[in-house]
């Protein structure tokens, strides 16, 4: 679904990646992780189109991104990044009513019944009834996060680009989170991509992991495959352990430094 080749991408006029090719199918979730100031962030908002390229090409079913109309390619890619607008005065129901808004010629402000059923379907999914109702202003982060998720599936949008959408949850709501997103892409068929930092929460929840590291892309594969402990190690800068499950979990942490013997 989604071809990305030989990229390069700048930021403040020097190069942060370049050479990243890897393939995002429709119906999985993938996960982009790596060190801080590597360019996840950045490499996700090139996916959405949001970011020049210095290099190389992304392709959406065989179609250039930078090649879509912008109306055409927010009914196709939604990005949920981790400090959205708080909009002021709006319920839920009206903020998730927002990705309609690519569905609609300018001329048309009035909602119709495909648009409602939209929506309704999307705070239905993301399980926001309950909140429908309430000011956005007064959600918490996680319910924040699953509302702008919610906007992105009344937009009908078929890649789904999540970037930290964990970053100041709890275990819980990022269990919840996580959840949905999988769901998208499992039962709905769409592609997800995120953004994370935490290597076990990538590897509970994606399908295949993206390292990034010394600028360019250095596995895509399962979380068994990409959790080896010396290229962790080297992209971290830190001894890190893996450790495998008899179910099939896998796990890695960084390795504390022996105390020294008390007296």
Not at 50 to 55: E, I, N, V, Y
Not at 58 to 77: H, L, V, Y
Request: aromatic share 6%.
């Amino acid at each position: 679904m989604i071809e990305i080749d030989g990229v390069a991408l700048a930021y403040g006029g020097c190069r942060i990646l370049e050479d990243v090719s890897l393939r995002v199918r429709a119906g999985e979730l993938l996960a982009l992780v790596g060190p801080n100031g590597i360019g996840k962030s950045t490499l996700l908002r090139a996916i959405a189109g949001a970011q020049p390229l210095d290099g190389g090409r992304i392709r959406f079913e065989g179609r250039e991104i930078a090649g879509f109309a912008p109306r055409e390619r927010s009914r196709t890619i939604a990005l949920i990044e981790a400090e959205g607008p708080a909009p002021e005065g709006l319920l839920v129901a009206d903020v998730v009513a927002a990705g309609r808004l690519p569905h609609r010629p300018w001329w048309r402000w009035s909602s119709t019944s495909a648009d409602r059923h939209a929506v309704e379907r999307a705070i239905v999914r993301t399980a926001l009834a309950p909140l429908a109702g309430r000011p956005f202003a007064e959600l918490s982060s996680g319910e924040r996060q699953r509302v702008w998720i919610a906007l992105a599936v009344a937009q009908n949008a078929r890649v789904f680009l999540l970037d930290e959408p964990t970053s100041h949850l709890d275990i819980k709501h990022t269990f919840e989170t996580l959840s949905l997103a999988r769901r998208l892409a499992h039962e709905d068929g769409a592609a997800v991509v995120v953004v994370l930092h935490d290597l076990n929460v990538a590897a509970a929840f994606a399908d295949r992991i993206a390292l990034l590291g010394e600028r360019t892309l250095l596995a895509c594969d399962t979380p068994a495959a990409v959790f080896e402990e010396s290229l962790l190690a080297r992209v971290y800068g830190i001894p890190i352990a893996v450790r495998y499950e008899p179910g099939g979990q896998v796990f890695a942490f960084a390795v504390p430094p022996q105390r020294s013997a008390a007296g």
